[in-house]
């Protein structure tokens, strides 16, 4: 593959801004709350990161091997 993707300076930066919050915090509920943002968050970063590649290089076929 080619280079991995590095983070900026800023985004290292609230990384550990939430980290600090996630270990900081007690309530349960809180944590469950913030897990559950955190996964839907991730699961829609996913869904952008595959519709920008396919509006680059076209859909896939039926069987989703590129050619």
């Known amino acids: 593959m080619g280079q991995p ?4 300076v800023s985004q290292r930066f609230e990384i550990e801004r939430f980290n600090r919050a996630i270990d900081g ?5 809180a944590l469950r709350s ?10 829609t970063q996913k869904a952008a990161t595959t519709w920008a590649m396919s509006q ?8 989703g091997l590129r050619r």
């Open 34 to 43: 913030l897990a559950k943002q955190l996964l839907q968050a991730w699961h």
């Open 5 to 8: 993707i590095e983070l900026s």
């Open 25 to 29: 915090t007690a309530d349960t509920e």
């Open 56 to 63: 680059q290089m076209g859909p896939l076929p039926v069987d």
